[in-house]
Every structure is written in structure tokens, then in C-alpha cells.
């Protein structure tokens, strides 16, 4: 049997921008997404800790070392530049793998620097 369990997140990001006239998605610094191993086109849940919304999309890949957390198309209005994010990814285990997962959590600051990785 597969299960789901938490496979990576970025945790408190800010949101930098808010694109409202983009075809959706979340723009992801590329940094922030090698050290939480997010692929370009990957679901993943929103968290905004701000105002409590929780959707999913996909990642697109942003410019490496930039910081930024753009919400794009219709989910840049569960948003605002500022806002606290945690950005979660999710992997189906069979119970072998379970035993030995270690989720990959990283930490940001403000600018959304990586301060430590989990």
C-alpha cells in the first residue's frame, strides 16, 4: 500500500509578488527549490499563514538567488506581497520506504534566505 507523507516545504517564505495577469502558478527562486527538492512543474500546497487560505498549484522555476515567491493567475488573490507562505510537497510511500523517510524541511528568513535545512 502507498501512503502519503510530507516529502518537503519551505517554511514561512515570503510572498515577494502577486501576478494576477499570469497563467498561473507559483514562481519559486531556483535555490529555494533545489534545497527543498521541488521540480519545475510540480503540485504543491499553499499555506499562507496570514489569512489561513490553503489551494495547491504547480512551480515554475524563479531566478537563482533572487528570493522570490510570486503567486500567479487566480491564486495571487489568496495572497499579498508580504505574507507568510509554507510551500509543501508530498511523496507516495510503500511501507519499506516509510520506515527510513526523513522529510527535507528548509528555513528562510525574511528575504528568503535559507537559514537552515531540516
Same mark, same amino acid.
Given at each position: ?7 518537503? =516545504? ?32 510540480? =503540485?504543491?500546497?499553499?499555506? !499562507? ?11 515554475? =522555476? ?31 510511500? !510503500? ?6 523517510? =526523513? ?6 528568513? !525574511? ?8
Amino acid at each position: 500500500m502507498i501512503q502519503e507523507f510530507l516529502f518537503s =516545504k519551505i517554511h514561512r517564505a515570503t510572498v515577494t509578488d502577486a501576478n494576477l495577469n499570469y497563467v498561473g502558478s507559483i514562481t519559486i527562486d531556483e535555490s529555494l527549490m533545489v534545497a527543498a527538492k521541488i521540480r519545475e512543474f510540480q =503540485k504543491v500546497d499553499i499555506l !499562507d499563514v496570514n489569512n489561513g487560505e490553503r489551494f495547491q498549484t504547480y512551480v515554475i =522555476k524563479g531566478e537563482k538567488d533572487s528570493g522570490c515567491i510570486c503567486l500567479n493567475g487566480a491564486a495571487a488573490r489568496r495572497v499579498q506581497p508580504g505574507d507568510k507562505v509554507i510551500i509543501i510537497t508530498y511523496a507516495g510511500l !510503500d511501507a519499506r520506504e516509510i520506515e527510513t523517510h =526523513k522529510p527535507t524541511v528548509v528555513m528562510v528568513d !525574511d528575504k528568503n534566505k535559507i537559514t537552515e535545512i531540516h
